[in-house]
């Protein structure tokens, strides 16, 4: 039975478009009434046509047919191919939706080698490599030279091999001698014609480019991949080299890859004059080619567009790493050939990896688990050091003042490693007239309670304390912290997915998960949450019942008290009791106990002015000694802060190993180190002892061979006193 697809537009739709197009005589007639010479000319007309009509749509963006008239014109096509299955031809836009997915890639032994490129990372550099260039050519000073600068896009190079203007293989650079074969997936990227738009073709002709995803397709992507809770790609060259490389070509055809070309490889008859006038070839047989690149005569010219497209980077609509300058005259290209495959003919001069220019597009307000209001720079969307960098810290609002940030600035944005993206300065040419100053809020953007500066400080703070949500959440997940109550099962999703839940709005909360059937029935429901996965978070609650006084103190969160201050507190007062009762009477401005306090070493006028603050909400008292009614507070061993004699383990190194059966890790960590030792993570001749728990790891052999006392559990708590 013959295939038969129904076509939604009448024949005199078929017939007026035809006539419009300079369709074929038969186009307006029925598919089921065409014989096979008549298809054939359809399909051919029809291949071309599509081409045409995308090459204006996606390179030039000027579309001269509506959607439905573009939309007959694949209809037409696909329902000759369904009748006339063996007429499908090569170039056929029906290949451009995807094939059935692949096994594997196979292999592609590249004609003419893919090159690469070497760096010029300075100006100084890119002046050593034209003086380089001129010497090798045996040039004078005086003598022209011209080079073509282009933007180096940040994506994957790819080799497309046409034989008498039809595109028959695409592979990827691999190694520079063989790659990988992704003609399924190149025939769905719209930019890349699959015949050459001329009557006249070449015999051969590799065309060579770099495929990428634009900016903003890469965020509709990731968007996507976020709602269906897949992780995001990093930046767009990823994205583009993983959506080039799927064995399923379907869903490549999903995501809208583009091209621009930088060169060639084979080609008959040979490429000739100059390297501008091959981009203009090729554009004319249907390449889009960047409108940035430009024709330069000096190593100036070269270095003021290496600056100014810099600058501009973030405008563009892709990602560019910097500029490839290359020698214009292909003979001269032909001359200096190449070394170990780098053209000496062409550098890239780089841009800083961890320097980019963007705009400024707002400034908001991030509240902090303590209070504090971090103003936040909201930016046109850039890659800095390999990551999309949409955010950046703007520090405080006397930063932004220095600084005369607006809103609107052109503004350079550095990242280094791990190190949050920040605002380092405005560049002042290019304020828009529209720019306007940021005003610091007198209120919290999250619970609208009073937003102060206190004063000798930076930084303005919210004074909702415990009840404004963004400092609830921050400051329960500081509670379960590592080096707080270490409670395993309950990172920063698990706190917000509870906290938005409704089923934990404070710390005496986590406790009573433990506690409340009713509560757990509630986790039980939510996503993500199993039967075994609650009762292993149960285990970890009940676990943390009993707590050291510093770790406590620590976990509260209170203003300028990190673990060394607690610990020193902790030491002065032991107990929970002694250390409560002393707060009430600092919150009652009571002199002695403040001075008591502020003479401790290393605590002063500001801790004691944040645990007077802490201790005068009377909400705080009541959240202290509800937690107190459902843990065990232990007093801390060790001498009182302020006495002479020395720790126990005072200049002792001690390395931990393997599990204890009393204690965790960190918690182990914590005592030595109030006890005065040093602790480290690998062993060494300088090592004292290595505690050793259950399945011990390398360290323990470590020790061994070293000479290293060694210390089991039962030693380790009678060190400590708590065997």
Not at 78 to 88: Q, T
Not at 312 to 325: C, M, Q, T
Not at 410 to 418: I, L, S
Not at 664 to 673: D, F, H, L, P, Q
């Amino acid at each position: 039975m013959t295939p038969r697809m129904e076509i939604p537009y009448p024949p005199e739709f078929y017939r007026r478009l035809g006539r419009r197009l300079g369709a074929p005589e038969s186009f307006a007639r029925p598919v089921e009434e065409l014989d096979e010479a008549a298809a054939a000319r359809e399909l051919a007309w029809l291949a071309r046509e599509i081409e045409r009509h995308d090459r204006l749509y996606y390179v030039h963006a000027a579309p001269e047919i509506s959607d439905a008239e573009y939309d007959a014109l694949k209809l037409r096509n696909r329902a000759i191919e369904a009748r006339f299955p063996h007429l499908v031809r090569p170039d056929s836009p029906s290949l451009r939706v995807g094939a059935p997915p692949a096994e594997e890639f196979a292999k592609v032994r590249h004609r003419v080698p893919m090159f690469t490129l070497d760096n010029a990372m300075t100006d100084a550099e890119l002046l050593a490599w034209v003086e380089r260039v001129r010497r090798q050519l045996e040039l004078s000073p005086d003598a022209e030279l011209v080079f073509v600068a282009e933007p180096k896009i940040d994506g994957l190079s790819c080799s497309l091999r046409y034989e008498d203007g039809i595109l028959v293989q695409a592979a990827t650079r691999g190694d520079g001698f063989e790659g990988e074969d992704v003609t399924a997936n190149v025939r769905t990227i719209r930019e890349i014609p699959q015949r050459l738009m001329t009557d006249s073709p070449p015999r051969v002709l590799e065309v060579r480019g770099e495929v990428y995803m634009d900016k903003q397709d890469f965020a509709a992507l990731n968007e996507a991949r976020r709602r269906r809770g897949e992780p995001p790609f990093a930046n767009p060259r990823n994205a583009a080299a993983g959506s080039l490389r799927q064995l399923d070509p379907r869903i490549t055809a999903e995501r809208r890859l583009r091209f621009f070309p930088w060169g060639w490889g084979e080609a008959d008859p040979p490429v000739t004059g100059t390297y501008s006038a091959f981009l203009r070839w090729i554009h004319r047989l249907g390449f889009p080619v960047n409108p940035e690149v430009r024709r330069c005569r000096t190593v100036e010219e070269l270095i003021r567009y290496h600056d100014d497209l810099e600058r501009r980077r973030f405008e563009l609509r892709y990602d560019i790493d910097g500029v490839v300058d290359k020698v214009d005259e292909v003979a001269l290209q032909e001359r200096l050939g190449f070394l170990h495959r780098v053209p000496r003919w062409a550098v890239a001069h780089k841009f800083s990896p961890q320097r980019a220019y963007t705009r400024l597009l707002d400034i908001v307000v991030q509240v902090g688990r303590t209070g504090a209001l971090t103003p936040v720079a909201v930016l046109a969307p850039v890659t800095v050091g390999g990551v999309v960098v949409q955010r950046a810290t703007l520090h405080n609002e006397d930063y932004i003042a220095a600084k005369d940030i607006r809103i609107g600035d052109t503004v350079v944005v550095y990242r280094a490693g791990d190190v949050i993206p920040q605002v380092l300065e405005v560049v002042a040419e290019r304020r828009p007239p529209d720019a306007r100053p940021w005003t610091p809020p007198e209120r919290c953007p999250v619970c609208g309670s009073l937003a102060v500066r206190p004063p000798g400080e930076a930084v303005r703070r919210c004074t909702g304390g415990l009840f404004c949500p963004a400092q609830v959440v921050a400051r329960l997940e500081h509670f379960v912290s590592r080096r707080a109550f270490d409670i395993t099962g309950l990172g920063s999703k698990q706190i917000r997915q509870l906290y938005e839940a409704g089923i934990i709005h404070d710390p005496v909360d986590i406790f009573e998960i433990a506690d409340k059937e009713e509560k757990r029935r509630q986790i039980l429901r939510l996503r993500g949450w199993g039967a075994q996965k609650l009762r292993n978070l149960v285990r970890a609650i009940q676990a943390r019942r009993e707590i050291p006084l510093d770790r406590f103190i620590h976990a509260l969160g209170v203003r300028h008290i990190g673990e060394v201050n607690a610990r020193v507190i902790a030491r002065r007062y032991r107990t929970f009791e002694a250390w409560r009762a002393a707060m009430l009477e600092l919150a009652r401005d009571n002199p002695e106990v403040r001075q008591e306090l502020e003479s401790i070493e290393g605590i002063g006028p500001v801790i004691a002015e944040s645990l007077r603050e802490f201790f005068s909400e009377p909400r705080n008292v009541q959240l202290l000694d509800r937690l107190a009614e459902k843990l065990r507070i232990l007093p801390v061993e060790g001498p009182p802060a302020e006495a002479a004699e020395a720790p126990p383990l005072a200049g002792r190194t001690v390395v931990f190993t393997g599990e204890l059966s009393r204690m965790s890790r960190e918690e182990a960590r914590a005592v030595a180190e109030r006890l005065g030792a040093r602790v480290t993570d690998s062993v060494s001749r300088r090592t004292d002892f290595v505690v050793v728990g259950r399945n011990p790891g390398s360290k323990l052999d470590r020790a061994r061979r070293l000479g290293v006392r060694i210390v089991d559990e039962e030693e380790w708590y009678g060190m400590i006193g708590r065997a």
